[in-house]
DNA sequence: CGAAAATTTGACATGACTCAACTGGAGTGG
DNA sequence: CCACTCCAGTTGAGTCATGTCAAATTTTCG
């Protein structure tokens, strides 16, 4: 599929449709790009450029803290968006990197670009609100789940949540998703399949 | 100060002006509530017809697993938002209760009437998209210290970013917030303190 | 003042972590 | 095709942070 249609095909699960001309707008801000497997995004401490919408493939957004120990935010498949959007918003460096599980292809739009996108077509206001709405509901429950639930109801929240992405990743990085060690993600499997 | 002063000022803390017709669609669109101390603003199971601006006052947001336990989620001073975004969208009943711990002073509006104010005022789309975007980032961070770090470190970094909470606050509520026992938390602050 | 709520403390239990060793499969080079 | 290595995953033993239960103490507020 050619990445604009995931792109457009997202746009209209928020029942928001564009004017050709906005679409040609559109269309002429984002920068497509491919991306392989184990390829960085983006890494922590760079500036952050680009917000990066998923058309193919499969990123991990993670951050290593000072004692060098890897933790994973967001796996982030097809038709997501991923970026370290504070670093974007307010050109600061990266806390994070965002790296490629499997090939990738996305659609890259710059701040400078977005900025006069929302000028050229201001619905895409109300295609962000929409969709940080959205994710902040889902990191709402997450953030609620990990305060108040142990590891093993998460893991099941995790699998029912994401199935397809839970068959795409090894389990040490669904662990580190999960705030848990790989051995105790193991333990919980063989506790659930006993 | 009048209620409305505190939801422009909030507006402006965004570069978001308003013409004077716009002004006046959106003061005739929220109505002006008062709410004592310990009363509800919301309770889970009920539909959310409005969302919430604070003027003044103090509100958490909590919900109610399945063993009785509370568990709050957030705390609204002034010029916050609250409600339960996902209920008040989708239509369904609340999960979250939000009271007031203090005397409050709100605004608020109803679905439809947010809905002709994003047609009446597009640029409202603008605001509440970058008052998602800061929410999200926020929400980000803090689920993402409450996987990888111990309890003091949440502790500490409550206290650093709303140190003026802390002190409005009884202790077991922010042990609710940062998802520990208040035993814990009072073991913690013996620690701090010796 | 007196009741109720909040906080602290102690003893013990438990979930998750750490460290270390082991297993098994995927790739690599002889 | 067979070692060999590498990495993910598993398992075990011991430790630590935090939870649970129960009780004492302090604070709040009618």
Partial sequence: MEPYEHLFRNFSRYDICFSPEEILA???LFVQRKFRKNQYI????????????????LTRTYEVDEKGVEHV????????????????????????????????????ITRSDLESLYVQVPRMNQYFRILFQNAYISLA??????????????YLE??????????????????????ITPQSLSRIRRQLAG
């Fill in 73 to 108: 935010l967001f796996f982030g498949p097809e038709e997501w968006w991923v970026g370290d959007l504070y670093s974007f918003l307010c050109s600061v460096p990266s806390q994070y990197n965002v790296d490629c599980l499997e090939e990738t292809e996305v659609l890259q």
């Fill in 26 to 28: 559109i269309e002429s």
């Fill in 141 to 154: 429950q997450r953030a609620s789940s990990s305060l108040s639930k142990p590891a093993l109801q998460r």
């Fill in 158 to 179: 995790f699998q029912e949540k994401y199935p397809h992405i839970g068959a795409r990743v090894p389990d040490h990085q669904i662990a580190s998703y999960l705030g």
């Fill in 42 to 57: 983006l890494q922590q401490g760079d500036m952050t450029r680009h917000e990066t919408f998923i058309c193919r493939g």
